[in-house]
């Protein structure tokens, strides 16, 4: 077999820290983490830069606490564009605050919002605003329990809001269609968004954290092209349709500079560790940076800009892949820049043997022997090198001629080698076996290995479907006994392949007989046998006939690569159930190249000193697999107020070391910190709760050491070397303490880290209902579960647990909102687990209530036309649209579209007709689940009316008047603003009708 090279493991190494102080902020923390994910992070001085204001302009703000409780803060340019539950209830109050001590309350009315608006004017690319926001209680019903956004008003009935964030009525806080988090009832929350208006952008911050980035602008009523973002004119807070009640405090609107933001990486690429400087961003503004949009730590944490708007910071990637991967770094103002790292990890044992022994030649005739066995994995090798130690000695005497010993193991080694990266496990063997059954592959390059006798043995093997793979020129002495290289050479004869019957070959084997060609030879496809070879690649090129090649082709071949020439290279060769691939030649490599040992670089008492390995940027600590051979590896003099000392592993000073590597090799560089003062930081555990009843035990030393030990939990000391594993802790809290003791005998102790062990988290999903809205009363159940779980059960709407193990579906599901739990049981723990989603069911037409019509046909009505209101509503999904359908008699229907004028009021106008028209109309109504019904449907007829002639209108006006508002007070018993606009506009008709 050939000798294997793994890679080898990184090297134990002591974890130590420095700690930097930016603008008085401890960043130990942060760096530790890097450090904790065996990350390899740059260090980076930073500087302290004078604060300054930053340059965003704030063009209002309000905590509502210069206006008199019980009152609308109309004095602070508030407006209040719709009431909601009445004025009286939108209001300011004491008793509930963000801070200090007053609130802006909204309360709602089902179906009608209470929606609070404070204009404001800028012409900013950039505007954002602020504010905190408090449910009092969520209700369940499918509205909104509050909003806040910029708007714009369209009507005295209609706003536009921009990028709305809503309180959604199930608990979740969404914008867009992204869910930010979930939030409790009581409970204020911090929302900050800022819009970039020239690119329809906009990021949402809430309690601080970056929620939702870039996202695009969406409004209420329709696409950003009709309603752009520099149209707005307002901001608004509103408790929208629910009887529910909301808090308003602590409002800000600002716009932000015009900003050119840069984001620099040094360096751009390698492995996932780089310094970020970034320019032109907001002043004294929190920075977040993400990796590929996914949200990364950074050192220091948390990243405030300068009060010039520059920052630098460190990031490490804990998964690393190669390829190319976006960083962004995002302000609260929404300012953003990117820049691109490429991901270039050392390659690893085999990556660096095929790169750098491999040529095309041996990965084309690996591909070729993975295409002759297809899924096999078992190979017989038949080679020179065992055929010349099985006869040399012998018969193999007088054989002419073999190889020198060292091109054949070099032969023997290359073709072997290239089927292990293909997939086989070789055999070796000197001859071919009167048997071949036990193998999925025979590979064969040993000339005087072959024998007419084993024409038919290989024949056999290849017609019951086996794979063979032929080398240089072999099947000449299948049909002939031959022990020279050159059989043309007997006596009388020039060469003629039908003199020793070679052209029988074609029997088998598909082609006819050989040629010594040289020159090159080139692929004639791309990815040959899924290869990284490309077309007309070139192979190999050889002197001048000294490889084999087949002249011509026959039945059931494919070419694979020819040589400059014309004549064959490669093919393959489909024969019976089996498979025959031949190569002509191959480019031989020697084992000895492919040794390679590691060189493994550290540093004490800090990590990420950046040095260089023959010229190349590394950072400690540093393990890579290099061929053996000689390195130069040099070091800084000064790193972060660190000063070069020695290697530690001989006491040399000089930082430029020169090393040969012919084993693994480990070197740690020394540098001596200012401080001489021992320190000892615990990096894990940490302040929090743990999942998991191992946790590792991470800490640093800032000195060289002799002795550390923990203490857990106020314990005995345990000795440890180098960081450890608290194993089997039992679940609650604990604590844990860090002793070291330097070369010098002091005795140093960390701060006590306390910590909590829980139980797992839930691993366990629901797929089906989702967090929607259905429109049929029968949904899929379907869910994920943790592999240790051994009972599931489901309740849907908190009824008895049902058996969810062979559930696959909920059946007859009332209209309204559901919420199903599912519950799981773990080995050794109780029923206490579960997750939960809230679900709609709507079936159910909207509702259509109070259809009014006016003139109202009393004995007549007039020809001007007829307005026609409904109040349409749908309490679960939500109207979609409602239509006037109507018709004079002639049985061709008209519909036209009716317009929501106000809350659940909708209008449509029926034209005028002339008199004696009998007109029959209906409206028909669709909600958002595509649910219809008609009034027809509802009542079992349509309604209808007569047109009389006009001259009797202004004689009926005071009476139709009078007849609507009856009809009115007795459907609805209830002041409706619709009525309103009916009368308004009969009294001006009948007005110029009579003038």
Not at 87 to 113: F, R, Y
Not at 171 to 184: A, E
Request: glycine letters at 6%.
């Amino acid at each position: 077999m050939v000798k294997k090279h793994l890679q080898k493991p990184f090297l134990q190494h002591r974890h130590f820290i420095v700690l930097l102080e930016v603008s008085n902020l401890n960043i130990a923390s942060c760096f530790a983490l890097s450090i904790i994910c065996s990350l390899i992070v740059p260090t980076t001085i930073f500087t302290v830069i004078p604060q300054v204001e930053a340059a965003e302009q704030v063009l209002f703000e309000d905590n509502f606490e210069k206006y008199t409780t019980g009152t609308f803060p109309y004095g602070g340019g508030w407006e209040l564009w719709f009431n909601g539950a009445g004025t009286e209830q939108q209001i300011i109050v004491d008793s509930v605050c963000g801070s200090p001590t007053n609130s802006l309350k909204l309360h709602g009315l089902h179906g009608w919002a209470a929606f609070a608006a404070k204009p404001f004017t800028s012409s900013s690319q950039v505007i954002g605003f602020e504010v905190a926001v408090r449910v009092e209680e969520t209700n369940g019903q499918s509205r909104d329990n509050a909003r806040v956004s910029f708007t714009k008003k369209l009507s005295s009935s209609i706003s536009c809001e921009y990028a709305p964030v809503v309180f959604h009525y199930d608990g979740t806080m969404v914008t867009g269609s992204v869910i930010l988090q979930n939030y409790k009832p009581n409970t204020w929350y911090n929302i900050k968004l800022v819009m970039n208006r020239t690119n329809e952008t906009y990021s949402v911050w809430v309690d601080g954290e970056l929620r939702a980035d870039n996202l695009p602008v969406t409004t209420t009523s329709g696409e950003t092209a009709d309603f752009p973002s520099y149209g707005i004119e307002a901001f608004s807070v509103s408790q929208c349709y629910n009887e529910a009640t909301v808090y308003f405090d602590d409002v800000k609107i600002f716009s932000g500079p015009e900003v050119d933001t840069k984001l620099e990486l040094v360096p751009t690429e390698g492995i996932a560790a780089t310094t970020i400087v970034g320019s032109g961003f907001a002043p004294n503004s929190k920075i977040s940076v993400t990796w590929d949009n996914i949200l990364i730590p950074t050192v220091p944490s948390p990243l405030i800009s300068d009060g010039y708007g520059n920052f630098t910071c460190i990031i490490s990637v804990l998964n690393q892949t190669n390829g190319s991967y976006q960083v962004k770094a995002t302000d609260e103002q929404g300012n953003k820049a990117t820049a691109t790292f490429k991901v270039n990890l050392a390659p690893t044992t085999d990556e660096q043997n095929s790169e750098a022994s491999v040529p095309a030649s041996l990965e084309l005739l690996g591909g070729g022997a993975r295409w002759a066995a297809e899924n096999g994995n078992s190979a017989l090798f038949i080679n020179w090198k065992d055929n010349w130690l099985a006869h040399h000695l012998t018969d193999g005497t007088d054989w002419n001629p073999w190889s020198t010993e060292s091109d054949m193991d070099n032969r023997r080694f290359s073709v072997a080698y290239a089927l292990e990266q293909a997939g086989f496990n070789v055999d070796f063997a000197g001859d071919i076996p009167e048997t071949l059954t036990n193998y999925d592959l025979v590979v064969i390059d040993a000339f005087w290995a072959v024998e007419p006798q084993h024409a038919s043995v290989i024949a056999d093997y290849l017609s019951d479907g086996g794979g063979v793979v032929v080398l240089t020129g072999v099947p000449c002495y299948f049909t002939v006994y031959c022990k020279d290289m050159w059989p043309y050479r007997a006596e009388g004869s020039e060469f003629d392949g039908y003199r020793f019957g070679l052209s029988s070959i074609s029997d088998w084997f598909g082609a006819n007989y050989y040629i010594n060609v040289g020159g090159y030879s080139h692929l004639v496809s791309d990815n040959p046998f899924g290869t990284s070879l490309s077309v007309d690649e070139r192979l190999l090129g050889v002197e001048s006939k000294s490889a084999a090649s087949v002249s011509s082709m026959g039945n059931n071949t494919q070419v694979v690569a020819l040589w400059d020439s014309g004549y064959v290279f490669a093919f393959t060769h489909e024969y019976g159930q089996g498979r025959l691939y031949y190569q002509a030649a191959y480019e031989c490599v020697s084992e000895s190249i492919l040794e390679s040992n590691e060189l493994a670089v550290a540093s004490l008492p800090i990590d990420g000193i950046m040095f260089e390995i023959d010229g190349e940027s590394q950072l400690t600590p540093c393990s890579v697999t290099v061929h053996d051979g000689t390195y130069t590896v040099v070091m800084p003099e000064i790193q972060d107020g660190y000063v070069w000392s020695h290697w530690l592993d001989d006491g040399d000073t000089n930082r430029v070391r020169i090393v040969t590597v012919d084993n693994d090799t480990v070197l740690t560089a020394v540098f001596t910190p200012e401080n001489d003062s021992t320190a000892v930081s615990v990096l894990s555990p940490e302040n929090m709760t743990y999942n998991a009843l191992d946790v590792p035990l991470v800490y640093t030393v800032n000195q060289d050491y002799v002795w550390t030990a923990y203490s857990l939990d106020g314990q005995e000391n345990v000795t440890v070397i180098g960081n450890a594993t608290l194993t089997g802790l039992p679940e609650g809290p604990h604590n844990v303490t860090v002793f070291v003791e330097d070369v010098l005998g002091n005795v140093c102790s960390s701060e006590t880290v306390y910590f909590t062990v829980a139980p797992a988290p839930v691993e366990m999903s629901i797929l089906s209902p989702e967090n929607k809205t259905y429109n049929t009363a029968d949904i899929l159940l379907s869910f994920t579960k943790n592999e240790t779980c051994n009972y599931l059960g489901y309740s849907l709407d908190e009824q008895t647990i049902v058996d969810a193990e062979n559930a696959t579906a909920l059946y007859s599901l009332a209209d309204g909102t559901h919420h199903l739990t599912v519950h799981a049981n773990y080995t050794g723990s109780v029923m206490t687990e579960s997750v939960t989603v809230w679900f709609t069911v709507d079936t159910t037409p909207p509702s259509i209530v109070d259809v009014v019509q006016a003139p109202v046909n009393a004995n007549g009505t007039l020809e001007d036309g007829v307005i026609v209101n409904a109040t349409v509503t749908d309490e679960l999904s939500g109207v979609a649209w409602v239509a006037l359908n109507y018709t004079d008699g002639n049985e061709t229907w008209t519909v036209t579209e009716m317009t929501n004028i106000e809350g659940d009021i909708w209008s449509g106008i029926i034209p005028e007709f002339t008199h004696g028209t009998n007109v029959t109309y209906n409206i028909l109504t669709q909600d958002n689940m595509e649910n219809t019904i008609t009034t027809e449907e509802l009542y079992g007829q349509p309604d209808s009316y007569q047109v009389l002639s006009e001259y009797i209108a202004w004689v009926l006006v005071p009476l139709l008047l009078a007849a609507t508002a009856a009809t009115i007070a007795h459907r609805k018993q209830i002041f409706n603003p619709a009525l309103t606009k009916i009368n308004t506009t009969l009294h001006k008709r009948a007005t110029l009708k009579k003038d």
